[in-house]
């Protein structure tokens, strides 16, 4: 049931395994035996972590990012395991299976993404950074034979399954993302002048690693995934809308041109999203998303505060202009949200970091990947010397 056609396993590749999201898609692989095999695991340096999934999924292929670690990896895994090191080893692990997720955090996850989509592989994208940050260079990569993308991310898996009835593309008037709000939903700028790590690490709905975490606290988490949502789907900017909805159950939805809408709900559940991705067009027979509509009680919306999280702004303003702007917003970003958890910078300084690198972007195009390479480095530059200015003291 839902393995490929002859009745063999999906085989899947995990790059970036050892993670939240790696980690859950190793459940969501066990709780459906038989359909999936894992022919491929990847990390950048969990390595005993992932010589405990090797052991318990026995792949072909291993691969450590961090080359230091190779031999730690090797006397640990199974006889009879391949085992690869580098960025490489993460890219050639990428272009196996039918189907490959992107786990990786943040911007190193583009050249997984460009692997798989070059090898034609169906990319189950969990990395959004990838996406957004190297738009043209991905989308050409998409064109290769058998290449597809589905979304993890749960916003947009919600969006593909609203999408999956077959409407035309005329059909759509409005995409609209939903947000939780994180866990600053309601408070001023003054309120959350002194906010700590630990605070925005508490999100309310979500289990999720720090990074994303931290996204959702200021909301280019949201921000990121509008730019993503254009990027899928292809609808312009003022047709993808944002509402808050504190209880993570509507997960997004699709308005109609005859003013219908269709949304997308289950349990705050990220392997409900990963299995889609995997099983696609099969959905998984385990049921991780399932509500108990006795229990669920009420579903509020609001819109989303603005003013406070500037970071939405940012976010349009660098999709809309297109090209290299969206990794220069990323880059920005990734280090400001770095500064913050390591202390060096305050929550309020995070979109002041991304704001002013925004800001200070060049004509430069993209022509190919080390074009997009080159464009995160100098913004990455930018952003820590934004960061140097407001640094707190000790
Ligand atoms: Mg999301």
Request: proline share 6%; glycine share 10%; hydrophobic share 45%.
């Amino acid at each position: 049931m839902g393995a490929m056609p002859g009745g063999r396993p999906v085989r899947v590749s995990l790059v970036g395994s050892t993670g939240s999201i790696g980690t859950q898609a190793v459940e969501v692989m066990t709780a459906e035996p038989g359909r999936f095999t894992a022919v491929g695991l990847a990390t950048w340096r969990s390595v005993d972590v992932l010589a405990a999934q090797a052991q318990a999924l026995r792949p072909e292929v291993v691969a450590i990012g961090d080359a230091g670690l190779v031999g730690a990896l090797a006397a640990a895994v199974p006889k009879g395991t391949e085992v690869l090191a580098g960025p490489e080893g993460l890219a050639a692990v990428a272009r196996l299976g039918d189907v490959v997720l992107n786990a990786v955090v943040g911007f190193a996850g583009l050249p997984v993404t460009l692997a798989a989509l070059g090898a034609g592989r169906r990319l189950a994208l969990a990395n959004k950074e990838s996406l957004i940050a190297g738009a043209p260079v991905v989308a050409r990569a998409k064109a290769t034979p058998g290449a597809e993308i589905v979304p993890v991310d749960s916003e947009h898996c919600a969006l593909h399954q609203c999408l999956r009835a077959g409407a035309g593309p005329d059909e759509v008037a409005r995409l609209v993302l939903t947000a939780s709000g994180g866990p600053f939903r309601g408070r001023t700028s003054e309120e959350l002048a002194a906010v700590e790590v630990k605070d925005a690490l508490a999100h309310p709905t979500w289990r999720m690693g720090p990074k994303i975490t931290v996204d959702s606290s200021t909301l280019m988490n949201k921000g990121l995934e509008v730019i993503e949502a254009h990027e899928l789907f292809g609808v312009d900017y003022d047709r993808i809308a944002i509402i808050v909805h504190p209880q993570s159950v509507v997960h997004s939805m699709v308005e109609f041109i005859d003013g219908s809408t269709v949304a997308q709900l289950s349990q705050p559940d990220m392997r409900l999203p990963i299995g889609y991705a995997l099983g696609y067009p099969r959905r998984l027979t385990h049921p991780f998303g399932a509500i108990d509509w006795d229990s669920l009680g009420r579903l509020d919306f609001e819109p989303p505060d603005r003013k406070v999280f500037v970071c939405l702004d940012l976010a349009e303003e660098a999709g809309r202009a297109g090209g290299l702007a969206p990794a220069w917003l990323n880059a920005g970003n990734e280090v400001g949200v770095a500064a913050f958890l390591a202390g060096r910078i305050g929550w309020a300084a995070i979109a002041e970091v991304v704001a002013e690198t925004l800001a200070a972007r060049d004509g430069a195009e993209a022509n190919d990947a080390e074009d997009v390479v080159d464009a995160d480095r100098r913004a990455r530059e930018r952003a820590e010397l934004a960061v140097r200015r407001r640094e707190r003291a000790g």
